[in-house]
C-alpha cells in the first residue's frame, strides 16, 4: 500500500508563524495530494502535485515532493485561527489514494 | 452547485438490522469511494467504483456491499450492522480515481 504517514502527528503554533508537516510513503505514485479536515467534516482538497513536479504553490501553501526519498512537505505560511484543522497527505496510484492518520495543527490567537 | 450529498447526517441503530447509506454526486464523475473514518486510523477504502457497473473492494471491505446502477449514485450498504462497524463514512468522487477527491459531508453512524 502506498499509505501516507505524516509527521508530526500534532502541532500547535502562534497565529502569523509557519507549519511545516510532512508525510513519507512506501511505493512509486503518479502524484501526491494534501487535504484538509475541520473537525468532524468533509476533507478539502488543498493541492495535488504529480510525481514529476517538485514543488507547488498555491496562495499560502507549498509542497514539496522528493520521489527518490519518497516523502512530501506542506508549508502553511502566516497561519491564521482558521487554519486549525487536520491535515492529511494522500500518495496516488493508478485508482486509488491512501490517506495517513494526519496532522492535527491548532493555531493560537 | 456541485457537490457530493451524503444521506442520512447521523444514524442510530442496532446490531443486525440492515441499513444503506446513499451518495449522490451531481458532477458526471466516473469514480466513486467510500471511506470511513477512525480516530487515530485515518480514512480506509471500503469500496470503490471507476464506473456504472464496476465496483471493487478497498482496504476494508468486509461486513458491506455497494451498487453502482447509475452514474451518479453509489449507495453503501450494511447487511448486517455490528458495533465495529461504528464510525464516521465518507463517500467521494472524482473525474479519475487518482485525480481530486470530492467529498461528501460525512455520515455518523453508531451500532449498538
Known amino acids: 500500500s502506498q499509505q501516507g504517514e505524516e509527521d508530526p502527528q500534532a502541532l500547535s503554533i502562534q497565529e502569523g508563524e509557519n507549519a511545516t508537516m510532512n508525510c513519507s510513503y512506501k511505493?512509486?505514485?503518479?502524484?501526491l495530494q494534501w487535504y484538509r479536515q475541520n473537525s468532524g467534516r468533509g476533507l478539502v482538497h488543498l493541492i495535488l502535485i504529480r510525481s514529476n513536479e517538485r514543488e507547488k504553490h498555491s496562495g499560502r501553501l507549498r509542497v514539496t515532493l522528493d520521489t527518490s526519498k519518497k516523502s512530501s512537505s506542506l508549508l502553511i505560511t502566516a497561519s491564521r485561527a482558521a487554519d486549525t484543522a487536520s491535515y492529511f497527505c494522500a500518495p496516488s496510484n493508478d485508482y486509488k489514494l491512501s490517506f495517513g492518520a494526519g496532522t492535527t495543527v491548532t493555531v493560537r490567537a | 452547485e456541485a457537490q457530493v450529498t451524503q444521506n442520512p447526517r447521523y444514524l442510530i441503530t442496532v446490531t443486525g438490522k440492515k441499513l444503506t447509506v446513499t451518495c449522490s454526486q451531481n458532477m458526471n464523475h466516473e469514480y466513486m469511494s467510500w471511506y470511513r473514518q477512525d480516530p487515530g486510523l485515518g480514512l480506509r477504502q471500503i469500496y470503490y467504483s471507476m464506473n456504472v457497473e464496476v465496483t471493487d473492494k478497498g482496504d476494508v471491505p468486509e461486513g458491506y456491499k455497494v451498487s453502482r446502477k447509475e452514474k451518479r449514485n453509489f449507495p453503501l450498504i450494511l447487511e448486517s450492522p455490528s458495533p465495529n462497524q461504528t464510525s464516521l463514512y465518507f463517500c467521494?468522487?472524482?473525474?479519475?480515481?487518482?485525480?481530486?477527491?470530492?467529498f461528501g459531508p460525512g455520515t455518523r453512524l453508531l451500532v449498538l
Open positions: 467521494a468522487s472524482s473525474y479519475r480515481g487518482r485525480e481530486t477527491q470530492y
Open positions: 511505493t512509486s505514485i503518479n502524484n
